[in-house]
């Protein structure tokens, strides 16, 4: 690696760009620019405001002292952790992992020890809140060449299951793997939806489909909760979209997940994402990052799964039905370096996170902004119901 000129941090920017996402633009003064996503999708404003306050440390500082960067950004503050500060982490680091791949001339993953893999598999959301057309959807996705995907185990559920609602969970899951058939994989997503006292009861009856992995079926913020779901059904369990950190992951991990899900977009970055990763192969847990984000949080997340050796899977927004008035190759200048081959993305080259930004695209999105909320749903009652 030849390192080029780097020099220092002059300038950091922020883009509200629809539909629903937050870009960050890091320049230094020998015109290198690194971009990152920092996002908390329905607090986009209040990322960026942390970002603005974040750059007012980095604007002077040299790029390239990453880690260094990244311990004064999350610790220098004294109050540490949470989604906006972490999220406003994650996309500056982004950034600077970019600006450095593209001083060595490198992709990010050769500075992360090198590729330990040729091609990522992926897979595709296929919605599943409203089953009525659930075999339609994975009948298009196979046909783009998928072979896994990852749908919601249910819509809005009472605070205790009904007959009728588990059996609805049960017939979805059962649906969707007659669709894909005994060589491709399923995904469930609970979304922290249903209890624990659920989980335990719906989980058994849908593991003779042989789900790759159930996702949040407690909530992040009840870990405590989660060993007794780990061990009633043979069903992979996976979380991790809602936690921020290594120390986040630990009890999840102590209480036997199979499956880690840091957003790169959340989870501190590259940094902290490598180090989680890390941290899940002490418990045999595989790596499958969040990311129903924008092209800078997967050309991150795929930078990492090219250099980690645990690794699963690797989501992804394209299509996605978040994604209404822009969509996720919108912004970017060559969109074959998303392009799927038989449900697997090649190995980038091109320096740092590997993908062009159309900067003048994100510009005039910038100026209609967005300000999307997620949904507030309600019981029968009128009570709160988890989205």
């Not at 950034?95 to 050769?110: F, N, R």
Request: glycine content about 10%; overall charge negative; charged content about 20%.
């Amino acid at each position: 690696m030849t390192l080029l000129p780097a020099g220092r941090i002059v300038k950091v920017e922020t883009f509200l760009v629809p539909p629903r996402w937050l870009f960050c633009r890091v320049e230094t003064d020998q015109g290198v620019v690194g971009w990152g996503e920092p996002i908390v999708e329905g607090r986009a404003e209040a990322v960026r405001a942390t970002v603005d306050v974040l750059a007012e440390y980095l604007v002077g500082q040299d790029p390239l002292r990453i880690e260094d960067h990244w311990q004064v950004m999350a610790n220098g503050g004294f109050y540490r952790g949470g989604p906006v500060l972490s999220s406003a982490l994650a996309g500056l680091d982004q950034a600077l992992w970019d600006i450095a791949g593209k001083a060595y001339g490198v992709p990010v993953h050769a500075m992360l020890g090198g590729p330990v893999r040729d091609r990522v598999r992926m897979y595709a959301w296929v919605g599943g809140d409203d089953p009525t057309q659930l075999a339609e959807s994975i009948g298009a996705r196979i046909e783009q060449g998928f072979s896994a995907v990852k749908l919601n185990a249910t819509g809005r559920m009472p605070a205790v299951a009904t007959v009728a609602d588990v059996n609805g969970v049960v017939d979805r899951v059962a649906l969707a793997r007659e669709a894909l058939g005994p060589t491709r994989d399923l995904a469930v997503d609970f979304h922290g939806r249903v209890g624990a006292a659920d989980a335990r009861r719906i989980l058994p009856l849908i593991a003779t489909c042989h789900p790759m992995f159930a996702e949040e079926p407690v909530l992040p913020d009840r870990p405590h909760l989660l060993r007794d779901v780990v061990t009633a059904s043979s069903v992979p369990i996976a979380t991790g979209e809602r936690l921020y950190s290594r120390w986040d992951f630990r009890p999840a991990l102590e209480a036997g997940v199979a499956v880690v899900q840091p957003d790169l977009s959340h989870a501190g970055g590259i940094s902290e994402t490598r180090r989680i990763a890390a941290l899940a192969e002490v418990w045999d847990a595989k790596l499958a990052p969040h990311c129903p984000l924008g092209p800078i949080a997967l050309a991150a997340s795929l930078q990492v799964a090219f250099a980690t050796p645990n690794f699963l899977i690797q989501e992804h927004s394209i299509g996605i039905h978040y994604n209404e008035g822009a969509d996720l190759l919108d912004y970017v200048v060559d969109p074959s370096v998303f392009a799927f081959t038989d449900g697997y993305v090649s190995r980038p080259a091109a320096p740092g996170l590997g993908v062009r930004i159309d900067e003048a695209a994100v510009r005039r999105a910038d100026q209609a902004g967005h300000a999307w909320r997620n949904p507030v749903w309600r019981h029968d009652d009128g009570g709160f119901a988890e989205w």
